[in-house]
């Protein structure tokens, strides 16, 4: 089945203490994204990879880390989360960029105390 | 850097009734396309239209695109209580910039 996955779904931390979101894909798809979304304030990017080893930086990049060094997978970094970055976090993939559908995996509710 | 704002926020409609969101953006778009998302779930592709084109349908649903005034319509005839979600439009610009969401439409289609 075509599919996005993260993991973990959901994820209670503390202020400093590193975590990665994994985002898997398996449809080979060239494009990736991370989104964080927040009540009022609907999706905003955080990055996005149009392959592997190439990344950008998408509205809200600060605090946040990624890499892609495969193409199916794309992990999200949180070097030193902060309360701030309590939010629904959605990784999402297309064939091409964003100019394509985008396939959403089913999200990644983390808060920070 | 919000593109898309949805029109109305809520929306409140009888099995049956037709449902009409609205979408404006700012800025000259590549494509516009429509996303449907249920209750903290993760977003689903609905339609795309690109900017060359001024209607599409799909099922149920009907999307038109208004270039000259930077609006689309998504219309979802004989609603079902299965269509309450939150909708989104989300546009891109041609060469490799990123997809930017309006904030949604939360549909609630009463039994």
């Known amino acids: 089945e075509a599919q996005v996955t993260q993991n973990p779904r959901y994820l209670i931390t503390v202020t400093g203490k590193k975590l990665t979101v994994t985002c898997s894909q398996n449809?080979?798809?060239?494009?990736m994204s991370w989104y964080r979304q927040d009540p009022g304030l609907g999706l905003r990017q955080i990055y996005y990879?149009?392959?592997?080893?190439?990344?950008d930086k998408g509205d809200v990049p600060e605090g946040y880390k990624v890499s892609r060094k495969e193409k199916r997978n794309f992990p999200l970094i949180l070097e030193s989360p902060s309360p701030n970055q309590t939010s629904l976090y959605f990784c999402?993939?297309?064939?091409?960029?964003?100019?394509?559908?985008?396939?959403f995996g089913p999200g990644t509710r983390l808060t920070v105390t | 850097s919000q593109q898309g704002e949805e029109d109305p926020q809520a929306l409140s409609i009888q099995e049956g009734e037709n449902a009409t969101m609205n979408c404006s953006y700012k800025?000259?778009?590549?494509?516009l396309q429509w996303y449907r998302q249920n209750s903290g779930r993760g977003l689903v592709h609905l339609i795309l239209?690109?900017?060359?084109?001024r209607e599409k349908h799909s099922g149920r649903l009907r999307v038109t695109l208004d270039t000259s005034k930077k609006s689309s319509s998504l219309l979802i005839t004989a609603s079902r209580a299965a269509d309450t979600a939150s909708y989104f439009c989300?546009?891109?610009?041609?060469?490799?910039?990123?997809?930017?969401f309006g904030k949604g439409t939360r549909l609630s289609v009463i039994a």
């Open positions: 999402a993939s297309s064939l091409r960029g964003a100019v394509r559908e985008q396939y």
């Open positions: 449809m080979n798809h060239e494009y």
């Open positions: 990879s149009m392959n592997v080893e190439v990344t």
């Open positions: 800025t000259s778009i590549n494509n």
């Open positions: 239209i690109r900017s060359n084109e």
């Open positions: 989300a546009t891109d610009k041609a060469g490799n910039t990123p997809l930017v």
